[in-house]
Each structure stands twice: as C-alpha cells, then as structure tokens.
C-alpha cells in the first residue's frame, strides 16, 4: 500500500485546513487508517485514527474537537479535517494503514504503511 498526504500549509492561528491522504496498491477498505504527527524536536504522536468502516474514531486529547477525522472508500482516501488550529498544531502530518486495527488504534507499532508526511505551520 502506498500512501500520499497533502494538504499541508502555512495557516495563522484560529484557522483550519484539511489534509488528505490517499491511498494506493490495497484493499483500502480493510485497513484502519490514523493520522499521527511530529512536531519540530519532539517525537512523533499520535493524532486521529478511523477503523475501516468509518464507524470508529478516536482522537488525542489534544486534537479532540478540533480536528475530524473521515474516510471515503470509495475514492481510497481518508482525511483530517483541522479547526481552531493553534501554533502548538506546527507539525509534520503523516498518514498511516494498519490491517489488523485494534481499537483505539494509538499505537504506533502497529501500523503498516506510513506516508510521507506533510508539513502544516501554524503561526500566531
């Protein structure tokens, strides 16, 4: 599977923007697909995450209200929809596919393929 996130930016504080991340080379539909992100000097964290359906998410505490997390598998593309964003948001936003997805879907270890990430920067 291979996987391609944009949407990334330069935004100010208080604004939003919506990644995307679409996936190639696999059965889109089977796979839990998470959002997790680095920011500058600090390790990389998870974010959002949707079980294969759709029917699940879960999201960091810091994320949650803010940002959404959606799938479209028809179009094999999920998205992370950011709102109210803060500068503390600046990050590198990878996207992720995990196969045998256990729920809440934080960890890391267990996902398969990995984007290459893209670069959102929140001024104030």
């Known amino acids: 599977v291979q996987l391609q996130a944009s949407g990334g930016g330069l935004v100010q504080a208080g604004g939003s923007l919506r990644l995307s991340c679409a996936a190639s080379?696999?059965?889109?539909?089977?796979?839990?697909m998470g959002w997790f992100r680095q920011a500058p000097g600090k390790e990389r964290e998870f974010a959002a995450a949707?079980?294969?359906?759709?029917?699940?998410?879960y999201y960091a505490d810091s994320v949650k209200g803010r940002f959404t997390i959606s799938r479209d598998n028809a179009k094999n593309t999920v998205y992370l929809q950011m709102s109210s964003l803060k500068p503390e948001d600046t990050a590198v936003y990878y996207c992720?596919?995990?196969?045998?997805?256990?729920?809440?879907?934080?960890?890391?270890?267990?996902?398969?393929?990995w984007g290459q990430g893209t670069l959102v920067t929140v001024s104030s």
């Open positions: 949707i079980s294969s359906s759709g029917i699940r998410t």
């Open positions: 080379g696999g059965t889109f539909s089977r796979y839990t």
């Open positions: 992720a596919a995990d196969y045998s997805g256990s729920y809440p879907y934080t960890r890391q270890y267990e996902y398969d393929y």
